[in-house]
């Protein structure tokens, strides 16, 4: 017996995702939110990013520098002030603060 070579020989498994796809699918039934609610969440989210977690970035902007980047020591300048500039506000002291907790508390 030969098998048709336009048959999926996944459609059962095809079929039964169809079936039970809103159910997988986080987003049906949801609310909508406006452009702006998640425009404000993203600008929150990065501005908190760039508050607490200014050493990586710094980091990230010196590795930039090892590979022939145009522009990359100004960046690298930028992200260093910066991280000075959050190190004198005490920012990377909660950071640290708060990711020990998390590991204590994940470790047990």
Same mark, same amino acid.
Do not use: K, Y
């Given at each position: 017996?030969?098998? %048709?070579?336009?048959?999926?020989?996944?459609?059962?498994?095809?079929?039964?995702?169809?079936?039970?796809?809103?159910?997988? %699918?986080?987003?049906?039934?949801?609310?909508?939110?406006?452009?702006?609610?998640?425009? &404000?969440?993203?600008?929150?989210?990065?501005?908190?990013?760039?508050?607490?977690?200014?050493? &990586?970035?710094?980091?990230?902007?010196?590795?930039?520098?090892?590979?022939?980047?145009?522009?990359?020591?100004?960046?690298?300048? &930028?992200? %260093?002030?910066?991280?000075?500039?959050? %190190?004198?506000?005490?920012?990377?002291?909660?950071?640290?603060?708060?990711?020990?907790?998390?590991?204590?508390?994940?470790?047990?």
């Amino acid at each position: 017996m030969s098998i %048709d070579p336009n048959i999926d020989p996944n459609i059962g498994a095809n079929a039964a995702f169809q079936r039970h796809r809103n159910e997988l %699918d986080i987003t049906v039934g949801a609310p909508s939110q406006r452009l702006s609610v998640v425009v &404000a969440i993203l600008i929150s989210g990065v501005v908190v990013a760039a508050v607490f977690g200014s050493g &990586a970035m710094r980091d990230w902007a010196f590795e930039l520098t090892l590979d022939a980047i145009p522009g990359a020591e100004l960046v690298f300048a &930028a992200a %260093d002030t910066w991280h000075r500039w959050m %190190d004198w506000l005490g920012a990377p002291d909660v950071f640290d603060a708060i990711h020990a907790w998390i590991e204590r508390w994940r470790l047990g």
